[in-house]
C-alpha cells in the first residue's frame, strides 16, 4: 500500500461546478497535512494546509479524518484556471520531511 | 529577492555520462533537498541535508550523490549507474525549526530541472 494514496484522474469538470478529491495516508503518526497544486512542468506550490478543524480559503475547503485517515480538498466555483495536478501531501513521522501522493489531474471545461 | 535556482532547467545526458545539477540558494536555509518527479507520480526524495558538510540518503538514493560543502549550494551528480535517469528534478530548502500552525515547514522550491538521456 502507498504510504499517500489519491485518485489520478482525470477529472473533467465544467467551469463553476464543485469538485471534491479525497487522500489516504497510512502513517497515523502523520501530524501536518497540504494540499499543492502543481501546473504541467512547474514546481509544486502550496495551496492550502490541512487543519483538524478544517479550513477555508476562498473558493477551497480542506478537510481533514484522522480516524479514517483521510483529508479532502473542495473546490467551488470552479474556474478555467484551477485547471492543474492537485498534490496530497503529508509528513513523515515526527521529522520535517514529506511524503508526496501521485496527484489528482483536474480538467476546467469551458 | 530571496530564492532558489536550478540550472539548467534542460538537460540531455548521453547513456554512461554523469552530470550536475546545480541548486543554490540565497534564503540562508540550512536545510536543503533534492526530489526526483516521474509521470504520474509523487515526489521521491533522493538526498537531503541539514547542515553544511553532512547530508543522509532518502528513499532513492541510489546512483546519485551529493556534496554540501557551502550552505548556500547542494550540487546533484546523477552517475552513470542510475539506470533510469530521465525524470523532472526539483531542489528544495527549509529553515531550521519551522512547523508553526499553517506552515509548510517553510519549504521552498526552485523551478526544476528536466534530465533526459538521449
Known amino acids: 500500500r502507498k504510504e499517500v494514496e489519491q485518485d489520478p484522474g482525470p477529472f473533467n469538470v465544467p467551469e463553476g461546478a464543485t469538485v471534491a478529491f479525497n487522500c489516504t495516508y497510512s502513517n497515523s503518526a502523520s501530524q501536518s497535512f497540504f494540499w499543492y497544486r502543481q501546473d504541467c512542468r512547474k514546481e509544486p506550490k502550496l495551496l492550502m494546509s490541512v487543519y483538524s478543524s478544517g479550513n477555508e480559503d476562498g473558493r477551497f475547503t480542506a478537510q481533514l479524518n484522522r480516524a479514517s485517515q483521510y483529508i479532502s480538498l473542495l473546490i467551488r466555483d470552479s474556474k478555467l484556471s484551477d485547471s492543474a495536478t492537485y498534490l496530497c501531501?503529508?509528513?513523515?513521522?515526527?521529522?520535517?520531511?514529506?511524503?508526496w501522493g501521485a496527484g489528482t489531474k483536474l480538467i476546467i471545461k469551458p | 529577492d530571496g530564492g532558489i535556482t536550478q540550472s539548467p532547467k534542460y538537460l540531455f545526458r548521453k547513456e554512461g555520462q554523469n552530470v550536475t545539477l546545480s541548486c543554490e540558494q540565497n534564503?540562508?536555509?540550512?536545510?536543503m533537498y533534492w526530489y526526483r518527479q516521474d509521470p504520474g507520480q509523487g515526489l521521491r526524495l533522493i538526498y537531503y541535508?541539514?547542515?553544511?558538510?553532512?547530508?543522509q540518503k532518502g528513499d532513492i538514493a541510489e546512483g546519485y550523490s551529493v556534496s554540501r560543502e557551502k550552505k548556500e549550494s547542494f550540487p546533484l551528480t546523477v552517475t552513470s549507474a542510475q539506470k533510469n535517469p530521465t525524470a523532472f528534478y526539483l531542489c528544495a530548502s527549509r529553515p531550521p525549526g519551522q512547523a508553526y500552525r499553517g506552515s509548510n515547514y517553510g519549504y521552498t522550491f526552485g523551478s526544476g530541472t528536466r534530465l533526459t538521456v538521449v
Open positions: 501531501v503529508v509528513n513523515k513521522g515526527s521529522n520535517y520531511q514529506l511524503i
Open positions: 534564503l540562508n536555509h540550512d536545510a
Open positions: 541535508s541539514q547542515i553544511v558538510n553532512d547530508f
